[in-house]
């Protein structure tokens, strides 16, 4: 968790009916708590439904007492609904010291909801059943949770409390305090202009403060936000994901709570965990007019100054209207790259982070690995060199990593793409493209775009391939993408090659085969981390080396969870 001095912001919040439920008169309570303002160690008992959760003795996420039987967490927190292994702690204070006050449970249970997302980070929680009923105390207490009615307009005063960090890659030091910070709802609709149009949905909340330092980070996870009405605290959100900590313009990102009553309580059939209705007093200000969405910014030529567009976004291309095949202006295809000894291209490529570019094996052969070799276009004739090339050395056709000498600005011409990494193959008929550099035409790139859909691979076709119908490829197509488009979100499905192990057996109609991305997921963590889809967001995640490695191991995809490198 983050602090630095900030501005405060004031909301009157009224007091208005509650909802009648199972738990509704004893949740909430927090007999010890006297805190009005945070960003600083939470006194003992101040926070009594803070769940730790430990995977093999680590603290890995927050978590929520909702009832004396279930704990509400995330859903990213979680690559398998396996309990072996896990601890959850209450009446928790200090990671690292004794906690006189604590009451351990195994789990017996982990739900994920049905519907998230790793891609969009939508849905994002999780219902954990405890092994046994906890004793509530004044320092174990379940708290209330947000109604389907319940509204938080800009402004509102919210608290998060946690173990994660205290700052971008600064680890919580000894004796792990919890650790608490006040800080102001910011409405939907101005957060997705800040963050990109389409990243936050109806399901998720954001809060923090413009100015930058105050935030969750990484090891909140699953944490709860709450707000207080009258002596009732509620708990409005679950720590979700965000741009880093506490950076400026990039509040953290929450899953709305109210969205999911009618879920939760078909979970939890018998004592149920009460809901309460928090009402905001006042009009919403919420409003996105004095932040421009990287989505909205109107087109314009190459020949003018590229508009700066935000960091550790991937897959928007704002210049992209795409309607047939032939080729593409520039800037329809803000992450395609040349790939260029002595200046003369050798195969295409995509930009997946603002340091790193992928493009097929192929390309290199043993001599052709010497970086100093190569130079990376992109857009109007922007150079960069090429410091590093790693291959994926796999079973098949492969891919070739490469580390930028320096990192790109983005611009309305120059974006990274997505990563389509997870193993659940794209529906027969998915609309996609396949892109290529050619040249340079009048001064601006000549690239060539086909569009393709995706097709059946046949029965006897291995699931590791993504079959298209054919299109037209050359030798220096090899290294480009296949494209699809998830809501305004564009994704890379596979790596194009051009050998005869792209070509998949004879068809009615013909058909192409190329490996999925899903088969270099493992790759591309250890040598790049995987690009965030939608937000290039962090996951507030704690991972350590030896937890990181064991994920690594499991059958799950590692697309349900962004990682960031370590």
């Known amino acids: 968790m983050a602090f630095r001095s900030c501005v405060l912001f004031v909301t009157v919040l009224s007091l208005l009916d509650t909802e009648s439920n199972a738990q509704s008169n004893v949740c909430g309570q927090a007999p010890l708590n006297t805190r009005i303002v945070g960003g600083q160690n939470a006194p003992v008992g101040s926070w009594p439904w803070q769940a730790s959760l430990h995977w093999n003795g680590q603290h890995v996420c927050g978590g929520s ?60 929680l999780a219902l954990l059943k405890l092994s046994s009923n906890v004793n509530f105390t004044n320092y174990i207490q379940p708290v209330c949770l947000a109604a389907s009615s319940s509204t938080f307009y800009t402004g509102t005063e919210t608290w998060i409390t946690g173990w994660g960090n205290v700052g971008w890659d600064v680890n919580l030091p000894s004796p792990g305090i919890l650790q608490e910070v006040q800080v102001p709802v910011v409405g939907n609709k101005k957060c997705n202009c800040l963050y990109g149009q389409g990243i936050i949905t109806a399901n998720m909340m954001c809060a ?48 709305r709570v ?67 095949s032939g080729s593409g202006a520039a800037g329809t295809w803000p992450w395609a790259v040349s790939l260029q000894m002595n200046g003369v291209h050798i195969c295409g490529g995509t930009l997946i982070t603002e340091k790193f570019v992928m493009s097929a094996a192929q390309c290199f052969n043993s001599s052709q690995l010497n970086s100093s070799q190569w130079t990376v276009v992109l857009a109007m004739n922007v150079s960069v060199e090429v410091s590093n090339i790693t291959l994926s050395n796999l079973p098949g056709p492969n891919i070739a990593v490469l580390r930028l000498a320096t990192s790109v600005n983005l611009t309305n011409y120059i974006q990274p793409v997505c990563l389509e990494l997870d193993n659940t193959a794209l529906k027969t008929g998915t609309q996609c493209w396949v892109t290529g550099w050619r040249g340079i035409q009048g001064g601006v790139p000549d690239i060539q775009q086909q569009n393709t859909t995706v097709a059946d691979c046949g029965g006897s076709a291995s699931s590791s391939n993504i079959c298209i119908r054919t299109v037209t490829l050359q030798q220096g197509d090899a290294g480009d993408p296949l494209l699809c488009k998830q809501g305004s979100t564009w994704f890379q499905a596979a790596v194009i090659t051009t050998n005869t192990s792209s070509t998949s057996r004879a068809t009615s109609p013909p058909v192409q085969a190329f490996t999925k991305m899903s088969q270099f997921t493992t790759f591309l963590q250890n040598t790049v981390g995987i690009p965030s889809p939608n937000s290039a967001a962090a996951i507030r995640f704690n991972i350590i080396i030896p937890f990181l490695l064991l994920l690594l191991s499991l059958p799950t995809p590692l697309s349900s969870i962004y990682l960031l490198p370590i």
């Open 65 to 124: 007492l909702i009832n004396n039987m279930w704990v509400l967490s995330a859903a990213h927190c979680f690559l398998s609904t396996g309990t072996n292994g896990w601890n959850i702690y209450l009446g928790l204070q200090e990671q690292f010291a004794s906690n006189p006050n604590e009451q351990t449970r195994t789990l017996s249970l982990i739900i994920t909801h049905p519907q998230y997302s790793g891609f969009t980070h939508d849905n994002d």
């Open 208 to 255: 923090g403060l413009l100015a930058g330092g105050k935030d969750s980070c990484q090891g909140d996870s699953g944490g709860p936000l709450v707000v207080k009405q009258g002596s009732v605290w509620i708990q409005a959100g679950i720590v979700s994901f965000g741009y880093k900590c506490a950076k400026p313009n990039y509040p953290g990102v929450y899953t």
């Open 258 to 324: 109210s969205q999911y009553q009618a879920w939760i309580n078909s979970v939890i059939t018998t004592n149920q965990p009460g809901f309460v209705t928090f009402t905001s007093s006042g009009t919403n200000s919420d409003s996105c007019s004095s932040f421009p969405s990287i989505t909205s910014i109107p087109t314009t030529t190459p020949t003018t100054t590229p508009t700066t567009a935000k960091p550790g976004v991937c897959g928007l291309a704002p210049l992209n209207n795409v309607g047939s």
